[in-house]
């Protein structure tokens, strides 16, 4: 940073769970539904409903303090926060405070090799509340209480991230994690991941300067942004000798500026108090120890396996793992041996992703070919087809779900390996090429691959490379 | 023919239709001037439950409180009918559910009359803080005799219908002493269950921590008719307890087979007037044909147990008040802004001691306040909690006055904290969660009705029961 | 006198009080607060707070849904209600 200023952030991720339903009532945990229709009485805090707590968030939550590395606390409460705003029926909203479920986790992170841990103070449960609509109507503002009570799990590091780099690392590491766990479905512009950031810059040896906090960032692009534009105001601001006002702010991304939300007298005094609706948990050691096996390998296990048994290149192990989906097609393509992993990758990250991004699709939508694109990869890996012509296959077969063998035959695209008939093909296409010959002898490599050209191109593209250019050495060579 | 019992036998001997039976009440209830319905269902809204009522009696195959007309105090959300917690707030609001409780009554065949007056969510000891205007008692002080008295509160409505005689019974909630109390001042029965018996769901909530239902009779063996009704497991309600229930019926007007034990708590007689004393000594009197020994017990936390109270019950009802906001149900006052509905709506729409006690919770909770206040009265609860039950591990029933005094004049008692004194006998039983019954034991000078209140150990209702009819027998007291 | 900042403790309450009342209401709640005041006397070193009278495990219930209530049910008491929303003045964050 410039002037020898350093800048401290710390992060609040509010990760909404993958239930079946609500975290203290039994509605439908879904997104996009019409306005209050995944609504129940408890949800609108009608007089008299009481939450009952679902174990499913309890086992997520558990889940994340496996694979954050956490301190699992057997023993957590839920309190209620009281404040008021028209997307919290009940008047609070009922999380952990004193008593969270994960204490003391840690992630690492990477930035240009080298590695980071970031350290995660806590993390607890509680309720997300609704939607207000402000901006389709000059005098009013609606509510829709759809997201009341979907369970969130609040995921709070330290403050040990100093560039924007490293945040978006983290969160990119994490929402990968809770992707790969099952936790959180990672759709950040369905809202499945806010982060609140906490922003204050120093100079080097001071103590940590007072802090803004940015609250429900969404998206990189807009997170980085407002990273830069804030730690730039504040280091303006105590440039010119002001102080910086502890404010909430919210990030207003058609102006790229943050701006304080309207700020409330006493606003921060929630009171907190174990919700007397509701029982401390209690966890037993079989409880938690039960959840253990069913969080499968992390990102970063299969990176390893990855790198050190495939022998993949790190930053092809690196693309295959940032999706569960992807990491889980691939092993699906070499899960019968028959492949080498890397041929598999190769492809993989090559035209089959150009494939998708180029149609929009997911990977998923192709998960149906993943029988005939084995069957591909087979060939190539056999010899029975040259990898030009493989490339034409695959397009036929994402495309159009044709079967390889079949195309293969059809169209008589085998491989042409056999050294007499490729020395045919050599003898003429080194006829009346005495001018390139005689480049080739005085040391021009890229006539080599002019006449491999020639040769491929002859057989239409089906002669086997490797052999097309042993007999081409072997011939100019005489 | 006044008691559940008598009553069924006369509807299964076709000694009276439940009809006549439901008109009876009705118009009895219609004629009252006590104001202690906040709403009396119109008889066409009752009409097809009372031909079904009817017809399983003609098959006799009756439930357990077929055609009993009954009061709900006005803190029960019922499906379809206005639930108002007798304030503005909540004035037009229909819930468009039952509560468990109320549920389980309609699951056995009782009529709902209407709607008892309380106290404005269940706040007061003297059902004078309702919107809809003070419930007053049927009993008269014999000296002052134009005077309208108090029937006590929150549970009010309730005591003074079925002291009327306008209703069979009635279903009420005790938080601090809400059934009992009342109960005491207008000489009926009243019965705050074991914290966890008896579903909250669909109560409307002042101290999730404190409040129970709990029925509201004329004698000892209806409260155990409806007990038996109203206590139930409710996996919607996460702090009801999951344990097998009684029959409650089973021991009344039965003798104990083995000695009993009553103590008498001396610290809670330390200040009463000598006629509170003297009904204590009379129940011991009364109770000398049958097996029981009384021996002095003191507690020693008595003297903190309103503080801790007013603590803690104020404190989570701020927080259980919150959602009245004008938003979704309810009064809405005008504003140009969130805030200023917000505003609005509750200021308006809640009364004076409601907003007291809203302030009183904000404080407790508030930061730098919540640990000299809301976590020391949780502390202190603990300390209560285990003293009843050192107490109790020498005795099988704790014998008290219920209320320091009489029932007294409308507009006499204006002081907030001489009000909180009312529940003085009946707050600690309610920290510590214990079920506890209070019965008439006589009249006072004024010729006004004075209560005792007994007290038993967790989930012991059928034995508390038994003890009280024994009891009930002993004073033979006429209301 | 005391140090109740009715101001405050009206605010967090969303409840307005005109300066008579504000004055009336904090006279009462600082006799009440002296009055309670009386837990000062009592000691409560290393006892732990009381949060459940019902010292039991807690309830739970399995991640399923449950038919939810109907739309019509959760605005039907609504005081202003629009298009399946409930609708409330502009608010300007």
Same mark, same amino acid.
């Given at each position: 940073?410039?002037?020898?200023?350093?800048?401290?952030?710390?992060?609040?991720?509010?990760?909404?769970?993958?239930?079946?339903?609500?975290?203290?009532?039994?509605?439908?945990?879904?997104?996009?539904?019409?306005?209050?229709?995944?609504?129940?009485?408890?949800?609108?805090?009608?007089?008299?409903?009481?939450?009952?707590?679902?174990?499913?968030?309890?086992?997520?939550?558990?889940?994340?303090?496996?694979?954050?590395?956490?301190?699992?606390?057997?023993?957590?409460?839920?309190?209620?926060?009281?404040?008021?705003?028209?997307?919290?029926?009940?008047?609070?909203?009922?999380?952990?405070?004193?008593?969270?479920?994960? %204490?003391?986790?840690?992630?690492?992170?990477?930035?240009?090799?080298?590695?980071?841990?970031?350290?995660?103070?806590?993390?607890?449960?509680?309720?997300? #509340?609704?939607?207000?609509?402000?901006?389709?109507?000059?005098?009013?503002?609606?509510?829709?209480?759809?997201?009341?009570?979907?369970?969130?799990?609040?995921?709070?590091?330290?403050?040990?991230?100093?560039?924007?780099?490293?945040?978006?690392?983290?969160?990119?590491?994490?929402?990968?994690? /809770?992707?790969?766990?099952?936790?959180?479905?990672?759709?950040?512009?369905?809202?499945?991941?806010?982060?609140?950031?906490?922003?204050?810059?120093?100079?080097?040896?001071?103590?940590?300067?007072?802090?803004?906090?940015?609250?429900?960032?969404?998206?990189?692009?807009?997170?980085?942004?407002?990273?830069?534009?804030?730690?730039?105001?504040?280091?303006?601001? /105590?440039?010119?000798?002001?102080?910086?006002?502890?404010?909430?702010?919210?990030?207003?991304?058609?102006?790229?500026?943050?701006?304080?939300?309207?700020?409330?007298?006493?606003?921060?005094?929630?009171?907190?108090?174990?919700?007397?609706?509701?029982?401390?948990?209690?966890?037993?050691?079989?409880?938690?120890?039960?959840?253990?096996?069913?969080?499968?390998?992390?990102?970063?296990?299969?990176?390893?396996?990855?790198?050190?048994?495939?022998?993949?290149?790190?930053?092809?192990?690196?693309?295959?793992?940032?999706?569960?989906?992807?990491?889980?097609?691939?092993?699906?393509?070499?899960?019968?041996?028959?492949?080498?992993?890397?041929?598999? #990758?190769?492809?993989?990250?090559?035209?089959?992703?150009?494939?998708?991004?180029?149609?929009?699709?997911?990977?998923?939508?192709?998960?149906?070919? %993943?029988?005939?694109?084995?069957? /591909?990869?087979?060939?190539?890996?056999?010899?029975?087809?040259? %990898?030009?012509?493989?490339?034409?296959?695959?397009?036929?077969?994402?495309?159009?779900?044709?079967?390889? #063998?079949?195309?293969?035959?059809?169209?008589?695209?085998?491989?042409?390996?056999?050294?007499?008939?490729?020395?045919?093909?050599?003898?003429? #296409?080194?006829?009346?090429?005495?001018?390139?010959?005689?480049?080739?002898?005085?040391?021009?490599?890229?006539?080599?691959?002019?006449?491999?050209?020639?040769?491929?191109?002859?057989?239409?593209?089906?002669?086997?490379?490797?052999?097309?250019?042993?007999?081409?050495?072997?011939?100019?060579?005489? | 023919?006044?008691?559940?019992?008598?009553?069924?036998?006369?509807?299964?001997?076709?000694?009276?239709?439940?009809?006549?039976?439901?008109?009876?009440?009705?118009?009895?209830?219609?004629?009252?001037?006590?104001?202690?319905?906040?709403?009396?269902?119109?008889?066409?809204?009752?009409?097809?439950?009372?031909?079904?009522?009817?017809?399983?009696?003609?098959?006799?195959?009756?439930?357990?409180?077929?055609?009993?007309?009954?009061?709900?105090?006005?803190?029960?959300?019922?499906?379809?009918?206005?639930?108002?917690?007798?304030?503005?707030?909540?004035?037009?609001?229909?819930?468009?559910?039952?509560?468990?409780?109320?549920?389980?009554?309609?699951?056995?065949?009782?009529?709902?009359?209407?709607? !008892?007056?309380?106290?404005?969510?269940?706040?007061?000891?003297?059902?004078?803080?309702?919107?809809?205007?003070?419930?007053?008692?049927?009993?008269?002080?014999?000296?002052?005799?134009?005077?309208?008295?108090?029937?006590?509160?929150?549970?009010? @409505?309730?005591?003074?219908?079925?002291?009327?005689?306008?209703?069979?019974?009635?279903?009420?909630?005790?938080?601090?002493?809400?059934?009992?109390?009342?109960?005491?001042?207008?000489?009926?029965?009243?019965?705050?269950?074991?914290?966890?018996?008896?579903?909250?769901?669909?109560?409307?909530?002042?101290?999730?921590?404190?409040?129970?239902?709990?029925?509201?009779?004329?004698?000892?063996?209806?409260?155990?008719?409806?007990? !038996?009704?109203?206590?139930?497991?409710?996996?919607?309600?996460?702090?009801?307890?999951?344990?097998?229930?009684?029959?409650?019926?089973?021991?009344?007007?039965?003798?104990?087979?083995?000695?009993?034990?009553?103590? &008498?708590?001396?610290?809670?007689?330390?200040?009463?007037?000598?006629?509170?004393?003297?009904?204590?000594?009379?129940?011991?009197?009364?109770?000398?044909?049958?097996?029981?020994?009384? &021996?002095?017990?003191?507690?020693?936390?008595?003297?903190?147990?309103?503080?801790?109270?007013? &603590?803690?019950?104020?404190?989570?009802?701020?927080?259980?008040?919150?959602?009245?906001?004008?938003?979704?149900?309810?009064?809405? @006052?005008?504003?140009?802004?969130?805030?200023?509905?917000?505003?609005?709506?509750?200021?308006?729409?809640?009364?004076?001691?409601?907003?007291?006690?809203?302030?009183?919770?904000?404080?407790?909770?508030?930061?730098?306040?919540?640990?000299?206040?809301?976590?020391?009265?949780?502390?202190?609860?603990?300390?209560?909690?285990?003293?009843?039950?050192?107490?109790?591990?020498?005795?099988?029933?704790?014998?008290?006055?219920?209320?320091?005094?009489?029932?007294?004049?409308?507009?006499?008692?204006?002081?907030?904290?001489?009000?909180?004194?009312?529940?003085?006998?009946?707050?600690?039983?309610?920290?510590?969660?214990?079920?506890?019954?209070?019965?008439?034991?006589?009249?006072?000078?004024?010729?006004?009705?004075?209560?005792?209140?007994?007290?038993?150990?967790?989930?012991?209702?059928?034995?508390?029961?038994?003890?009280?009819?024994?009891?009930?027998?002993?004073?033979?007291?006429?209301? | 006198?005391?140090?109740?900042?009715?101001?405050?403790?009206?605010?967090?309450?969303?409840?307005?009080?005109?300066?008579?009342?504000?004055?009336?209401?904090?006279?009462?709640?600082?006799?009440?607060?002296?009055?309670?005041?009386?837990?000062?006397?009592?000691?409560?070193?290393?006892?732990?707070?009381?949060?459940?009278?019902?010292?039991?495990?807690?309830?739970?219930?399995?991640?399923?849904?449950?038919?939810?209530?109907?739309?019509?049910?959760?605005?039907?008491?609504?005081?202003?209600?629009?298009?399946?929303?409930?609708?409330?003045?502009?608010?300007?964050?």
């Amino acid at each position: 940073m410039d002037n020898n200023w350093e800048l401290v952030i710390g992060l609040e991720v509010h990760a909404q769970l993958k239930t079946e339903s609500k975290l203290f009532s039994s509605s439908p945990n879904q997104f996009g539904s019409d306005p209050n229709s995944n609504v129940n009485f408890i949800d609108a805090g009608m007089p008299g409903m009481l939450p009952v707590m679902n174990f499913g968030c309890i086992e997520k939550a558990i889940k994340t303090g496996f694979a954050l590395n956490f301190q699992i606390n057997p023993y957590s409460v839920f309190e209620r926060k009281n404040y008021f705003y028209a997307d919290l029926p009940q008047g609070y909203q009922i999380s952990q405070f004193e008593f969270p479920i994960l %204490s003391e986790g840690h992630i690492e992170i990477e930035n240009d090799n080298v590695l980071k841990k970031i350290r995660i103070e806590r993390a607890h449960l509680e309720q997300d #509340a609704g939607k207000s609509i402000h901006d389709i109507d000059p005098k009013y503002s609606f509510i829709d209480l759809n997201r009341v009570g979907t369970p969130l799990l609040e995921i709070v590091s330290y403050p040990d991230f100093n560039s924007a780099d490293e945040v978006i690392n983290y969160i990119t590491s994490l929402r990968q994690i /809770l992707m790969y766990i099952d936790v959180c479905d990672g759709n950040m512009q369905e809202g499945s991941l806010r982060v609140d950031v906490n922003l204050s810059v120093k100079k080097p040896n001071e103590e940590l300067g007072t802090r803004c906090e940015i609250k429900n960032m969404n998206s990189f692009k807009f997170i980085r942004q407002a990273i830069d534009y804030e730690s730039k105001r504040q280091i303006e601001v /105590l440039e010119s000798g002001g102080k910086i006002e502890q404010n909430t702010l919210l990030f207003d991304t058609s102006t790229g500026e943050t701006r304080p939300m309207r700020s409330k007298e006493f606003a921060h005094d929630y009171r907190y108090f174990p919700d007397p609706d509701l029982l401390p948990v209690h966890l037993t050691e079989d409880q938690i120890e039960k959840v253990r096996p069913t969080i499968g390998e992390l990102p970063q296990q299969k990176l390893n396996k990855y790198i050190n048994d495939f022998n993949l290149e790190k930053d092809v192990a690196k693309i295959i793992i940032s999706e569960k989906s992807y990491a889980y097609f691939f092993e699906n393509l070499i899960s019968s041996k028959s492949i080498k992993p890397k041929l598999a #990758a190769s492809w993989l990250v090559g035209d089959i992703f150009s494939f998708i991004k180029e149609k929009n699709l997911q990977i998923q939508d192709i998960d149906d070919r %993943s029988n005939k694109i084995i069957q /591909l990869l087979e060939m190539i890996e056999s010899g029975t087809i040259s %990898s030009k012509v493989a490339k034409d296959i695959l397009v036929e077969v994402l495309q159009n779900n044709k079967e390889p #063998a079949q195309l293969v035959k059809e169209l008589g695209l085998e491989q042409v390996s056999d050294n007499n008939e490729l020395e045919k093909i050599v003898d003429d #296409a080194l006829k009346d090429e005495e001018d390139n010959i005689m480049k080739f002898k005085s040391g021009s490599d890229r006539v080599l691959g002019y006449f491999v050209g020639k040769c491929l191109k002859a057989t239409k593209g089906k002669g086997n490379p490797k052999v097309i250019n042993e007999l081409l050495l072997k011939k100019l060579n005489k | 023919m006044t008691t559940i019992k008598e009553i069924k036998d006369q509807l299964s001997n076709k000694k009276i239709s439940v009809q006549e039976l439901y008109d009876d009440y009705y118009n009895k209830a219609k004629k009252s001037e006590l104001n202690s319905f906040n709403q009396l269902l119109e008889p066409e809204y009752n009409k097809q439950n009372i031909i079904n009522s009817q017809s399983r009696y003609d098959e006799e195959k009756d439930l357990p409180l077929d055609g009993i007309p009954l009061g709900i105090k006005d803190l029960f959300c019922t499906k379809g009918i206005a639930t108002t917690a007798s304030s503005k707030i909540l004035e037009k609001f229909i819930p468009e559910y039952e509560s468990r409780v109320t549920q389980n009554l309609l699951n056995d065949g009782s009529i709902f009359l209407g709607k !008892n007056n309380c106290d404005e969510f269940a706040m007061g000891s003297s059902n004078e803080t309702s919107f809809y205007g003070p419930v007053i008692n049927p009993w008269k002080n014999k000296n002052q005799i134009n005077d309208h008295l108090v029937p006590g509160g929150s549970s009010g @409505g309730s005591a003074s219908a079925v002291a009327e005689k306008i209703c069979v019974a009635s279903i009420g909630t005790d938080t601090g002493g809400s059934i009992r109390q009342p109960a005491s001042l207008c000489g009926v029965v009243g019965l705050k269950p074991t914290f966890g018996s008896c579903s909250r769901w669909g109560v409307v909530a002042f101290a999730s921590s404190l409040d129970q239902a709990g029925p509201i009779t004329n004698t000892v063996e209806d409260a155990a008719y409806l007990l !038996n009704s109203v206590s139930s497991y409710d996996p919607n309600d996460s702090t009801s307890s999951n344990h097998k229930r009684d029959n409650f019926l089973e021991g009344i007007g039965k003798n104990f087979d083995r000695p009993i034990t009553i103590g &008498i708590p001396s610290d809670y007689l330390k200040d009463v007037s000598s006629e509170i004393i003297e009904q204590i000594e009379n129940t011991k009197k009364h109770l000398t044909n049958l097996n029981i020994n009384f &021996i002095d017990v003191e507690f020693t936390t008595t003297d903190f147990a309103l503080s801790t109270y007013y &603590i803690i019950a104020p404190a989570e009802a701020s927080s259980n008040l919150a959602r009245y906001d004008g938003i979704r149900y309810g009064y809405r @006052g005008k504003g140009d802004s969130l805030e200023e509905i917000y505003v609005n709506s509750r200021s308006e729409g809640f009364g004076e001691e409601v907003i007291r006690r809203i302030l009183i919770g904000t404080y407790v909770l508030s930061a730098g306040y919540y640990d000299a206040y809301y976590r020391k009265a949780q502390r202190v609860r603990r300390l209560i909690k285990d003293d009843f039950q050192r107490i109790l591990k020498d005795v099988d029933f704790i014998l008290t006055p219920t209320t320091p005094n009489e029932a007294f004049k409308i507009g006499e008692k204006l002081d907030p904290i001489a009000m909180y004194m009312n529940d003085i006998f009946t707050v600690p039983t309610s920290l510590a969660g214990l079920p506890a019954i209070s019965l008439p034991s006589g009249l006072s000078k004024n010729n006004l009705p004075l209560g005792i209140q007994l007290i038993g150990n967790y989930f012991q209702e059928k034995n508390l029961l038994q003890m009280a009819s024994l009891l009930e027998k002993e004073f033979g007291f006429n209301g | 006198m005391s140090d109740i900042n009715i101001k405050k403790v009206s605010y967090l309450a969303k409840l307005a009080l005109n300066d008579d009342k504000a004055a009336l209401y904090e006279k009462s709640l600082s006799e009440i607060i002296e009055w309670v005041d009386n837990l000062k006397k009592i000691d409560t070193e290393g006892v732990k707070p009381l949060h459940n009278i019902t010292e039991k495990n807690q309830n739970i219930r399995n991640d399923e849904v449950v038919k939810n209530n109907s739309t019509e049910e959760i605005l039907s008491n609504a005081p202003e209600k629009a298009q399946n929303f409930f609708r409330v003045p502009k608010v300007v964050e």
